[in-house]
């Protein structure tokens, strides 16, 4: 089974479908309902492979899995290499859930040229794929730029007035920094000799090299995730681009540059990360205020919720960055909650615009009364990006400050302001498009969301709630990797940062008195403190603490049995 | 399934029915579930009270697990404890009286379904703040009554003050929750746990750890408390971020009494209590927590006494209690101000309950100068209302008096500054709540009515559905205090409290406030009959004095009436200031400097290159011999030159 290329077959499947579209014949409309049967049917069944590789992911081990190596320029060291740790399979299956997502969410909106744009995300959906997929540089270049093409066609085609523009904003503004990764990626070659990734991560690069390189791999990231200051193709591409395609560039192609950052940079060029760390701090705090600042002043719902994802992902640069277990754990969670909460906004902002056709803030109001359903789900949404606990934008916002806490406590200062920031613009959105009088008669008149609509949405509202409660389904099957990142970049230098170590309060010299001593505390004290203080040490010794707390489970469950 | 679970997961089950099939089941149906499953609640959290305080059954259930990340583990677990166990049984007690209560009270609403979904929600919330038994859980606790009660706030979602209420409250306990949430991350780095047991074994230990906190080195411990008291500000509505509270009294009523007074501001006391292993080794802490108290125990009562909304009143009444509470903590008197936060319960929620009731008859009118003349008319209403009061203003043998008191006896016996600070910022609100009080109870039920016919002809009793939750918590504002003194401040407190309050020998107030002298125990009632005399004077007797007075005092009464210009200050420096830098780095950052200068500068100037260049290319034979020629020359020229050099 292990033989069998699940990741190709995931990769190029919609490429066929696409295939298969395009072969489509008859009368217009057959062709367009044909076209979005295959394209949905297509995205569906991938997602289907998706689960199936998840379930057959081994979660505890950080080693590639579902490897395929394919001889394809030997002369040059080149080979088609596939395969997926933890960190990229969760990507992975993010994109295979959002497309289906964004066709659904196309079903009824998109009237001109539906083939083509089917066609245009299956092709995408293939690079998406393939960038998480590619374990040899040259091949991930390939893929990495290569979403660039369906993408710019969505936008530019599909988009708003002012889609030209924004379509060459975004392809210029990526492609300037995918240019110098090109030249950091011949570099590197020239270095190792190889564009093997697993090769290039245990590859030792000499200190000065790394800097370089680190630069010109942080070009190209930068921009995609995109950090301040070049982030500002991001709100022209959202509000320009149709609804799916915003859907999928919140929710999946921010993501690469995260990505790039724990596939290349820290692995890679650890040291260069270490000693540019400060800077890419700085940028993601000044992302956050900055940027929940300007979504604060936004009257159109699209901008707004394009500088929130700004002001989330820095949340995730600064995470990464901090090179502690919750730092990259919660980076990598934020951004697969953020691939869920605002592609689930965009879509909710899909459903006002196709009904209203306008983004204006100020134009809706009062809708809960005539849209209590889309109310309710656009509510889960709304909390889950102002990060209520309970939600999946939580667990990651949370971890990442944990991090970057250990690190710096002045910049975790600064970022934990975002959390004050987020929910003022966020509910000031819900307020004024939810709740409020309702002012215009259009708006009033809207229906509530249709069959198509809620199949997109009411999943992503489960899921949000889901992975804020038991953000372990992700949690579980990433940490071997981001161990094992972390030994990559802590290999040569351990600068972990300087913990307190803990003490342990001596039983027998404990300050701690209950009120007036009486006789039977102080035996308490004797006959229950030393077992804790033991187990704390042990805790503390080798980290098995889920060890422990099944033991406490189970040791609770025995009391309770016994109780009854 | 243990009792715990049942008790904190009832409600959530409520919820998840009355919310999502409230349309299948009816109004009627989701009452029926969500109350009834309070009702079963507040049993088993009796039977639950028994079997911990009596019995010492302590123990941590996990229920599932939830984050883990390295050294960051955090379940979802209920830890029942005494403290956990008295907050339960009065979160669930009241609780069900409100939804009991709600019955009545929203009868007339359209969304009542939704309504009595979102109370379960909050109970549920607030349940599992205090059954946590890591920090990550408190915060989920903390903020999810956040949302709760930004949801019952703005329940009338299409009246914009609502709206504005819901949304301040939410960001203004955001504030706290950051100071929260840095307080979670400081015990996480000093402790390397987030788990309470360890970070309070470890805590001795740290006793002298410095932290480096945005530069400059502190004490870790103190850090941590304040941080975590920050949190508590913002929830509990003390001085600072109390902004919320007022505003939030445009939810209904039934919300204001079970959060906005009996339960969700009280969790800020709760956390203290629950941190006083650290709090204890933290004394500048216990410091600021003392006089922070004091002063939001003054203040609060100042503004209570100028409104003129009768739930304004009761919740700067209840802002001023929460001082109380905060300044007994302070002072190490844990017991003491958990003791005063169940009477304050109690009683709070049965003002709050009996002004609705009034509100309910009055037609919808809460202005009390639109009231007076109705105790006949309602005479259960007024009776309750005054064993409220009587409990409120620390009467004797009212379960006021008990926690009141002995409030005010441990900060006398702290003997310190901080602690005598907070004594006769005690008794000087002690003084002002009475007078606020019976001028509350006057205003709306005695003179002559000031209600036009219409209103005054349709004022009648509350239905039995509303007054027995009334007569429930009437029992509590009568008999909590002298039946469970003992328990809570008495002789048997450390066998009641157990392992859960943890202090040093040398901060126990509570036992030193036993043997203060008879003065400070009797100062309170009689500055609380001087308020009670005063508002009977200013009142019933003399209704000229207060114009009199306002005339003569104008400029300290504009103070107090407009609750000290806090709010017009917080929108000059932080609301505006926020918008107006959000455009501006949207018009000027993002529009002039990064796109105009820099993005669509280069393209524009790439573009102005080519058009320069371009301009060559005019496609004329003779401009392109022209040029040839000229360059020929030149290059001869120089030739030549260089040669002739040579």
């Given at each position: 089974m292990t033989d069998f290329p699940l990741l190709s077959l995931m990769t190029f499947l919609p490429l066929i479908g696409a295939f298969f579209i395009m072969l489509i014949r008859g009368n217009d409309a057959d062709v367009v309902q044909n076209a979005k049967n295959v394209g949905l049917f297509t995205s569906l069944f991938n997602l289907g492979i998706a689960f199936y590789m998840v379930a057959l992911f081994r979660p505890d081990t950080a080693e590639f899995q579902f490897v395929e190596t394919i001889r394809w320029l030997p002369s040059l060291n080149i080979s088609y290499h596939m395969g997926v740790d933890g960190i990229s399979m969760v990507f992975v299956v993010l994109s295979a859930l959002l497309t289906p997502i964004c066709i659904l969410a196309s079903w009824n909106s998109v009237h001109t040229r539906v083939r083509e744009y089917i066609v245009a995300f299956l092709v995408l959906e293939t690079f998406m794929i393939g960038t998480f997929c590619a374990l040899d540089g040259v091949l991930f270049y390939i893929f990495f730029e290569a979403v660039l093409i369906p993408m710019y066609l969505i936008i530019g085609i599909w988009g708003g007035p002012r889609r030209v523009y924004a379509a060459f904003k975004f392809f210029l503004f990526t492609l300037l920094g995918s240019v110098l990764m090109l030249v950091g990626l011949l570099v590197l070659y020239r270095e190792v000799g190889t564009t093997d990734i697993p090769a290039l991560m245990e590859a030792d690069i000499p200190y000065e090299l790394q800097l370089w390189l680190w630069l010109a791999f942080f070009a190209s990231f930068a921009v995609k995730m995109p950090m301040w200051p070049v982030h500002t193709w991001l709100p022209d591409a959202h509000v320009e681009a149709p609804t799916g395609g915003s859907v999928i560039l919140a929710g999946v192609l921010l993501k690469m540059g995260g990505y790039g950052f724990l596939r290349f940079s820290l692995p890679m060029f650890p040291d260069a990360s270490l000693y540019f760390a400060p800077m890419v701090f700085w940028l993601s705090v000044i992302a956050i205020i900055y940027t929940s600042l300007v979504a604060l002043a936004q009257s159109d719902m699209k901008k707004m919720i394009a500088y929130s994802s700004v002001a989330h992902m820095g949340y995730v640069t600064l995470g990464i960055f901090t090179a502690t277990t919750q730092g990259i754990e919660g980076g990598i969670f934020q951004m697969v909650s953020h691939g869920i909460v605002s592609a689930a906004l965009f879509l909710c902002v899909g459903v006002v615009y196709d009904r209203l056709h306008t983004r204006e803030i100020n134009r809706y109001g009062g809708l809960v009364k005539n849209m209590p359903k889309y109310a309710t789900v656009f509510m889960v949404f709304m909390l889950g990006s102002v990060g209520l606990p309970g939600t999946s934008g939580f667990v990651g916002e949370m971890l990442a400050l944990v991090g970057i806490y250990q690190v710096d406590t002045l910049v975790a200062f600064l970022a934990t302001t975002g959390v004050v920031l987020g929910a003022s613009y966020m509910l000031l959105l819900y307020r004024k498009v939810v709740f409020g009088e309702q002012k215009n008669a259009d708006a009033a008149a809207m229906k509530d969301m249709n069959k198509v609509e809620y199949l997109t949405l009411v999943p992503l509202a489960a899921m949000t709630i889901w992975l804020g409660v038991q953000p372990s389904i992700v949690m579980d099957r990433i940490s071997p990797s981001v161990e094992n990142l972390l030994r990559q970049v802590h290999n040569e230098r351990p600068v972990a940062p300087a913990k307190v170590e803990p003490n342990i309060m001596d039983p027998k010299t404990g300050i701690f008195v209950p009120i007036m001593p009486t006789d039977n505390t102080p035996k308490e004290l004797i006959s229950d403190e030393p077992p804790i203080a033991e187990q704390a040490i042990e805790e503390q010794a080798d980290e098995l603490n889920d060890e422990m707390n099944n033991r406490d489970a189970d040791s609770q469950v025995e009391d309770n049995g016994a109780a009854e | 399934m243990s009792i715990e679970t049942a008790i904190v997961f009832l409600p959530l089950l409520a919820f998840m029915i009355a919310f999502l099939f409230g349309k299948t089941i009816g109004d009627r149906g989701a009452q029926l579930v969500t109350c009834s499953a309070l009702i079963v609640a507040a049993v088993l959290a009796c039977v639950l009270f028994v079997d911990v305080?009596?019995?010492?059954n302590t123990r941590v259930t996990e229920v599932a697990q939830w984050v883990s990340s390295g050294s960051f583990v955090a379940g979802w677990t209920l830890r029942i404890d005494q403290l956990s166990t008295v907050m339960i049984a009065v979160i669930t007690i009241v609780s069900s009286c409100v939804h009991v209560y709600s019955v009545g009270y929203m009868s007339h609403d359209k969304a009542q379904a939704r309504f009595m979904a979102y109370l379960s929600l909050f109970t549920f919330a607030m349940l599992m703040l205090v059954t946590a038994d890591n920090l990550l859980q408190l915060f989920f606790g903390w903020e999810g009554v956040g949302v709760a009660s930004y949801l019952l706030i703005g329940f009338w979602n299409y009246k914009d003050t609502a709206n504005k209420a819901a949304i301040k409250a939410f960001i203004v306990n955001r504030v706290g929750d950051f100071g929260l949430a840095l307080g979670l991350m400081t015990c996480y780095v000093l402790f390397d746990t987030i788990q309470f047991d360890s970070i309070f074994d470890q805590v001795f230990g740290q006793k002298d750890t410095m932290f480096d906190f945005l530069g400059y080195q502190v004490h870790g411990l103190t850090l941590a408390a304040l941080l975590l008291f920050m949190g508590a500000v913002g929830k509990s509505a003390?001085?600072?971020?109390?902004?919320?509270l007022p505003d939030a009294?445009?939810?209904?009523t039934p919300v204001s009494a079970l959060i906005h007074a009996a339960t969700m501001v009280t969790a800020g006391v709760f956390l203290v209590a629950r941190f006083s292993p650290l709090f204890e080794f933290a004394p500048f802490a216990l410091q600021v927590v003392c006089v922070l108290g004091g002063l939001t125990a003054v203040f609060a009562a100042t503004i209570g006494m100028t409104q003129f909304d009768i739930k304004r009143v009761i919740a700067y009444s209840t802002m001023s209690q929460l001082g109380y509470m905060f300044f007994a903590l302070g002072v190490s008197a844990y017991g003491a101000a958990m003791f005063h936060l169940m009477t304050h319960a109690f009683f709070k929620a049965l003002l709050f309950l009996g002004a609705g009731s009034v509100i309910h008859a009055m037609s919808d009118e809460q202005d009390m100068r639109n009231m007076g003349g109705i105790y006949k008319k309602i005479p259960v209403t007024y009776v309750l209302m005054w064993i409220g009061s009587l409990a409120l203003a620390g009467m004797?043998?009212?379960a006021g008096y008990y926690s009141k008191d002995m409030i005010l006896e441990a900060a006398y016996a702290d003997h310190t500054n901080f602690g005598m600070f907070a004594f006769w910022c005690g008794i000087i609100a002690a003084f002002l709540t009475a007078f606020y009080s019976w001028r509350l109870l006057i205003m709306t039920?005695?003179?002559?009515?000031?209600?036009?016919d219409k209103v005054m002809s349709h004022v009648h009793e509350s239905p039995a559905v509303m007054v027995v939750p009334l007569v429930v918590l009437a029992f509590g504002a009568l008999f909590a205090g002298f039946f469970f003194y003992p328990g809570f401040v008495g002789e048997i407190r450390a066998e009641f409290w157990g392992e859960s309050l943890r202090i040093l020998p040398e901060n126990d107030t509570v036992g030193a406030a036993h043997h203060v002298p008879q003065w400070v125990k009797l100062l309170p009632i009689f500055v609380g009959l001087g308020g009670i005399f005063m508002a009977y004077v200013c009142y019933l007797w003399k209704p000229s004095i207060p114009a009199r007075c306002v005339a003569a005092f104008a400029p300290i009464h504009k103070l107090f009436f407009n609750k000290w210009f806090v709010d017009e200050a917080y929108d000059k420096i932080f609301v505006r200031p926020a918008f107006v830098l959000g455009s501006f780095f949207f018009k000027k950052g993002d529009g002039v400097i990064i796109n105009a200068g820099g993005v669509d500068g280069l393209s524009n100037a790439s573009d102005t290159v080519a058009k320069v260049l371009s301009r060559f290319q005019t496609g004329y034979v003779f401009h392109y011999v022209f040029v040839m020629v000229m360059g020929v020359l030149a290059l001869l020229s120089w030739i030549v030159f260089r040669l002739g050099l040579n």
């Open positions: - | 305080i009596r019995d010492g003390q001085l600072g971020l109390h902004t919320w009294m445009e939810g209904p004797p043998f009212f039920f005695h003179g002559k009515p000031r209600a036009d």
